[in-house]
């Protein structure tokens, strides 16, 4: 807890009765489906979320005291109530036009992107926020590996696209294996704050990993076992590469199987066919693995019979505890081709310096690219984007504005980052989380915005991620104020905390939020409105129809952003640096 101070401690008890009641009874902690995370997060939390709650609302006392000028609070009201949907709107008109083409990365439409942003944050009087430049350069490469690639397993060779996938991180024309002898290591998890380790006592130099995927909570369902059903980052399997990487193995097989990985074979197949994402690296992503593969679980029940083990008993212990087991003499000779491709795309960034401590920050970001135009394709060829994520890209700018609009500039500097390459798998918010501008010990938090309601207001603010960190009892408080309650993910076991760009900043140690109205409508007519408009969200999602609707109601995406920039003025202006709850993966 870093909200100790004595000042705080006299508000704390002073206002404890009083706020305690509000918040403990409607919010979060009165859920019973919770309970479990009340667990987690624990008795500091709880108390953050009452200290957060009454700041708020002694906010016009500490101006007085403070040493820089404050923002009375209907000033910060005023700001707040200039987020408006018409702006949104015309934001997202011109993001979402078929003249910017679906802002594909390193395309024109990146171009007009990157000039519509730099206009708009320059009239608001934002600053470039990487030096003098809006820019941060983003070296993309794609590696694609042809279809003949190889996977011999104890003498038998299986077959590309129905058997298994290979690929490989290194930027390099040819990944080669050859007999690298073969260790199942469990869910492949390093967790020290779960005492788990299936890498214990055990040298993986040349050898090729083979890995369950999800993590031992969801395999079992119990609820003290990691985040039981609920996915931890261990279970990603991008998380398993990394570590097998981390650990110096050759190569990494994952185990397919539908449940655990919340898609079937067919997902793992295509998106594994065709290039892969990344960026340039001057050491070629050397640290890699050589190759990184899925297997399907026939090949996986095949391959534990020869090597004189079970499969399902294999599996059922490595649940039970920190697990590995050498395959017997079996090994993996693999050959992955690849064609590599380099282009260049670019994050965007700017900056309202703070008035007392301008070296710290807090990053509000979205994604400005999407899937581009699709010239194979008859009739319309442009995925618009208009959701995903124009909206988030459009809700920057509104956001922005209102913190413009404050009389008195925040204490803490306001910055708003709009990154390029997330539907490649997160790359410009990877990149800068590798190559960040503002050094992440005085990044205070993120705030992440991708594809915002637009199906009207709800009364509950769902959570991806809920109990990681402090950062949700900010989001209480100001839920609170708009009458609504906090839910969580709506689908825990599908792993969307690490999903999004804001996934980027918590790998880094920097407390991320990704919120939006939940499934709950606020009324009748949203809820009339969602059952004719949420069918055809659904079938638009990365498709050519995601394009503005004159039936969108953007009045909860409103709300939202109201809540977001509410956050960012508390936390600009009390000294607080919310904290990881104690068993987040990402505790810094
Ligand atoms: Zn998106």
């Known amino acids: 807890m870093t909200l100790g101070s004595t000042l705080l401690a006299l508000i704390y008890r002073q206002l404890l009765v009083r706020c305690y009641e509000n918040i403990y009874t409607s919010a979060i902690f009165s859920q019973n489906k919770y309970n479990n995370m009340i667990k987690k997060i624990g008795f500091s939390l709880l108390s953050a979320a009452v200290l957060v709650g009454c700041v708020a609302t002694t906010s016009d006392d500490s101006s007085k005291t403070s040493a820089s000028a404050r923002n009375t609070s209907q000033e910060i009201s005023a700001s707040y109530n200039s987020i408006n949907s018409a702006q949104l709107i015309e934001h997202v008109k011109v993001l979402a036009s078929d003249e910017f083409g679906g802002r594909a990365p390193s395309s024109e439409g990146e171009r007009l992107t990157l000039e519509y942003l730099t206009e708009q944050f320059k009239a608001i009087g934002f600053e470039p926020g990487n030096g003098d430049s809006f820019l941060q350069e983003v070296p993309l490469v794609s590696i694609e590996a042809s279809n003949d690639m190889t996977l011999a397993i104890g003498g038998k060779k299986y077959q590309h696209g129905t058997d298994m996938v290979m690929g490989s991180s290194r930027i390099m024309e040819l990944s080669k294996l050859e007999k690298s002898e073969l260790v199942f290591v469990g869910y492949g998890v390093n967790a020290p704050e779960y005492n788990w380790n299936d890498y214990k006592d055990l040298d993986v130099k040349g050898k090729t990993v083979v890995i369950l995927v999800n993590d031992p909570g969801f395999a079992t369902k119990d609820p003290e076992l990691f985040t039981g059903n609920a996915m ?139 899937l581009g135009t699709d010239l194979t394709k008859k009739g319309d060829q442009i995925y618009n984007g208009a959701v995903d994520n124009a909206t988030g890209t459009a809700a920057l700018i509104e956001v922005a504005e209102a913190f413009s609009k404050l009389p008195n500039t925040p204490e803490r500097s306001i910055t708003f980052l709009a990154v390029t390459a997330e539907e490649q798998g997160l790359l410009g918010s990877k990149f800068y989380a590798a190559n960040p501008v503002i050094p992440a010990a005085k990044t205070v938090a993120n705030i992440n915005m991708d594809a915002l309601n637009v199906n009207g207001r709800s009364k509950d603010v769902a959570v991806y991620g809920l109990g990681q960190s402090e950062l949700d009892t900010f989001l209480t408080a100001a839920a609170l104020k708009q009458n609504r309650i906090i839910s969580g993910d709506p689908r825990p076991a599908a792993g969307i905390y690490y999903r999004s760009d804001h996934f980027a900043f918590a790998s880094i140690g920097i407390p991320a939020l990704y919120a939006k109205g939940g499934k709950t409508p606020a009324d009748q007519a949203t809820a009339d409105l969602r059952a004719k408009l949420d069918p055809i969200l659904g079938k638009c999602y990365h498709g050519l129809c995601d394009e503005y609707r004159d039936d969108w109601d953007l009045t909860g995406a409103v709300e939202d952003m109201q809540l977001f920039f509410e956050i960012g003025v508390e936390l600009s202006n009390e000294g607080v640096w919310p904290q990881w709850s104690k068993t987040s993966e990402f505790k810094r």
């Open 232 to 370: 931890t980052y261990y279970g990603r399997w991008t998380y398993k590469y990394e570590e097998a990487s981390r650990q110096g193995a050759e190569g990494a097989i994952i185990i397919h199987e539908t449940a655990p990985a919340s898609y079937g074979w067919s997902v793992v197949k295509n998106s594994w066919t065709g290039p892969q994402f990344s960026f340039q690296r001057d050491d070629l992503n050397k640290d890699r693995v050589a190759v990184e593969g899925w297997i399907n679980s026939d090949v996986a029940t095949e391959l534990f019979d020869k090597a004189g083990l079970n499969f399902e008993q294999m599996k059922a212990r490595a649940a039970k505890g920190s697990f590995n087991i050498d395959m017997g003499d079996l090994d993996a000779s693999i050959t992955v081709k690849n064609t590599i491709k380099k282009s260049i795309s670019y994050n965007f960034i700017a900056t309202l310096p703070g008035q007392a401590k301008a070296d710290e920050h807090i990053i509000y970001s979205a994604h400005w690219d999407h």
